[in-house]
């Protein structure tokens, strides 16, 4: 069964860090582009990073230069290093990608990871 499963979640301080990690079931999402969303509560959920399968990446603007995205295709794993965390960057996060063997497809999401920024 082809699946993500998110990891590393947490309750961090502001100022603080968490990394996100995302396995996917085998090697079939290893030429996809990877992304991480979020979604706070009463909000839509938004596109937070982008990673493609040669590495290059997209941030949105609200995380660049505070949030890292990148890949291990060995490991069939993606992760989300998050820095210098606000409260606003409280929501689920959850891991997607389309497709297989990085061709177009069906949509696939993870169940999602709550972080949650508090003093």
């Known amino acids: 069964q082809v699946q993500l499963v998110e990891s590393g979640g947490g309750l961090v301080q502001p100022g603080g860090s968490l990394r996100l990690s995302c396995a996917a079931s085998?090697?079939?999402?290893?030429?996809?582009?990877m992304d991480w969303y979020r979604q706070a509560p009463g909000k839509q959920r938004e596109l937070v990073a982008s990673?493609?399968?040669?590495?290059?990446?997209n941030y949105a603007d609200s995380v660049k230069g505070r949030f890292t995205v990148s890949r291990d295709n060995a490991e069939n794993t993606v992760y989300l290093q998050m820095t210098s965390l606000k409260p606003e960057d409280t929501a689920v996060y959850f891991c997607?990608?389309?497709?297989?063997?990085?061709?177009?497809?069906?949509?696939?999401w993870g169940q999602g990871t709550q972080v949650t920024v508090s003093a």
């Open positions: 997607h990608t389309n497709g297989l063997f990085g061709l177009r497809g069906n949509d696939y």
């Open positions: 990673i493609g399968s040669g590495g290059n990446t």
């Open positions: 085998g090697s079939v999402f290893r030429l996809n582009v």
